[in-house]
């Protein structure tokens, strides 16, 4: 016998799927429970009063849900925007930004349990790039550089004269290039170096060109992929790279 419990919790859209007709599964995270998929019965019909509008890459929602244990696909009572964004739907840097960010969390953002310093750092991060207005460029790479402290693979800032290599596997630099591939040239591990000491109040003052963001940004996808033990393959990444590139 499962019991089914009414949980009302925030939540952030990570990813939507078609499903059948007029229905769709949402995948969001949220701040009760971790990740969860929601079943949608006619939501993209005419006359739904659930508009899958709400449901874009990165929207906050408030929701209240049936929760069924074990049950793979959870049904929601009621959604609903908890904070509306001004301006990232409107500006194609900031949505486009968001679409990587929210396929990158739907890629490695696993667990089906409450971690609610990630919530909180995500749902304020997400905030905070609304209202940015210098810096947003850099946005991505701050956001990722810092999630690593809650996902445990923190890189070490032991850059030095001597530690000129940042090494991806070891998540430390080092004084000479290691045996394996996985490192940052010395340019662009003392980028890194300053990357890792950025936040989202001073982004603006990280000046880098477009072939330095692409390559640290591949660089940190990377980092992910060895500290997951999987490739983190992200689809948008070439949008946003092209985007920044012209």
């Given at each position: ?11 952030v859209?990570?990813?939507t ?9 949402v ?37 209240e ?8 696909l959870q ?22 930004e ?24 995500v ?18 790479l ?56 950025i ?5 603006n003052?990280?000046?880098i ?38």
């Amino acid at each position: 016998f499962q019991t089914t419990m009414i949980q009302k919790t925030r939540a952030v859209v990570l990813h939507t799927l078609k499903y059948g007709d007029t229905g769709l599964v949402v995948t969001i995270y949220t701040e009760s429970s971790g990740r969860m998929a929601l079943l949608l019965q006619g939501t993209r019909s005419k006359k739904s009063p659930r508009k899958a509008n709400l449901l874009q890459p990165l929207f906050l929602i408030d929701c209240e849900i049936e929760h069924k244990a074990g049950r793979e696909l959870q049904r929601a009572k009621e959604l609903k925007i908890a904070e509306p964004y001004i301006t990232i739907p409107f500006d194609i840097i900031k949505s486009t930004e968001a679409i990587f960010i929210a396929e990158v969390l739907y890629k490695i953002l696993k667990e089906e349990e409450a971690h609610p310093e990630l919530f909180t750092y995500v749902y304020h991060s997400l905030r905070f790039l609304d209202l940015m207005t210098e810096g947003i460029t850099n946005f991505h790479l701050v956001f990722l550089v810092q999630l690593t402290r809650f996902l445990g693979f923190s890189p070490e800032n032991n850059h030095s004269e001597t530690n000129l290599f940042f090494d991806l596997v070891a998540g430390t630099f080092v004084g000479k290039s290691p045996l394996h591939r996985y490192f940052m040239d010395s340019h662009t591990s003392a980028l890194f170096s300053q990357l890792i000491k950025i936040n989202f109040n001073n982004c603006n003052q990280y000046l880098i060109n477009s072939k330095e963001r692409k390559d640290l940004l591949n660089l940190i996808i990377e980092y992910y992929s060895l500290h997951f033990g999987t490739t983190v393959k992200i689809n948008s990444l070439e949008v946003l790279q092209e985007l920044f590139a012209n």
